[in-house]
C-alpha cells in the first residue's frame, strides 16, 4: 500500500475556506447565546438602611441587588425568597418555604427595568425571614425576571439567633482575659 497525498492551490483553498466558515458559525453560535439581558444577583445580610424616610435604622435587611451585563434592557418583576430544610432538600428541590416581596424595604418598586450595565437594589425584611422559615437550613433570595423563565437566586447566609450577642461576649471575655 503506497499513499500519496497531492493537494493542489485549490484543495487547500477549499480546506481553508471550510476552516473559516466553521469559525465564523462558532463564534455566530457564541453570540446568539450570550446576547440579551444577562443578569449577576448578589444578597447580603445584616444591612442596615439609613435615611430612607419609613424604614427604622434598627432594622437589618437582607440587600439583593442585581446587574444587568447583557446588552438588552430587562424587567425585574418578584423580589423572591425558597427556603430548603436541608441541602437534600434543594438537591430534589423541596422547598420548605417559598415567598415573594411584593414591596421591597428600599429601592425602587416592581416592577423594574434594568438597562444594560444597569443595577437595582432592594431590601428583605431579615427579622421576618428568620421567624418565618426557621433559623436553619438554606436560604436562597434573588429576583425574577420578564426575560428568564427561571429566578436568579443565590445563597444567603443568615447569623444563628443570638449568634451576634454570643460574638459580642467572647470578645468581651477575650479582652478581660488578656488585660
Known amino acids: 500500500m503506497n499513499f500519496s497525498l497531492e493537494f493542489s492551490l485549490t484543495d487547500i483553498a477549499a480546506w481553508w475556506g471550510a476552516l473559516i466558515a466553521s469559525a465564523v458559525l462558532a463564534w455566530d453560535v457564541y453570540k446568539w447565546r450570550k446576547r440579551g439581558a444577562q443578569l449577576r444577583v448578589t444578597a ?18 437582607v440587600s439583593v441587588t442585581a446587574y444587568n451585563t447583557g ?5 425585574i418583576t418578584n423580589l423572591q425568597g425558597i427556603h430548603y430544610k436541608s441541602v437534600f432538600h434543594k438537591l430534589f428541590r423541596r422547598p420548605n418555604t417559598a415567598f415573594v416581596v411584593v414591596n421591597p424595604g428600599f429601592g425602587p418598586g416592581l416592577p423594574s427595568v434594568i ?50 450577642q454570643q460574638a459580642a461576649e467572647a470578645d468581651g471575655r477575650g479582652l478581660q482575659q488578656h488585660e
Not at 447580603?44 to 435587611?61: H, I, K, Y
Not at 446588552?71 to 424587567?75: H, K, L, W
Not at 421576618?128 to 443565590?154: A, N, W
Open 44 to 61: 447580603a445580610p445584616n444591612m442596615r438602611v439609613l435615611n430612607v424616610p419609613g424604614v427604622p435604622e434598627s432594622d437589618l435587611f
Open 115 to 164: 438597562p444594560p450595565g444597569g443595577v437595582w437594589q432592594g431590601g428583605i425584611s431579615q427579622s421576618e425571614l428568620l421567624e418565618s422559615p426557621g433559623p436553619t437550613g438554606r436560604l436562597y433570595c434573588g429576583v425574577s425576571t420578564s426575560t428568564s423563565k427561571k429566578p436568579h437566586l443565590v445563597l444567603v447566609r443568615l447569623p444563628r439567633p443570638g449568634a451576634a
Open 71 to 75: 446588552d438588552q434592557p430587562s424587567t
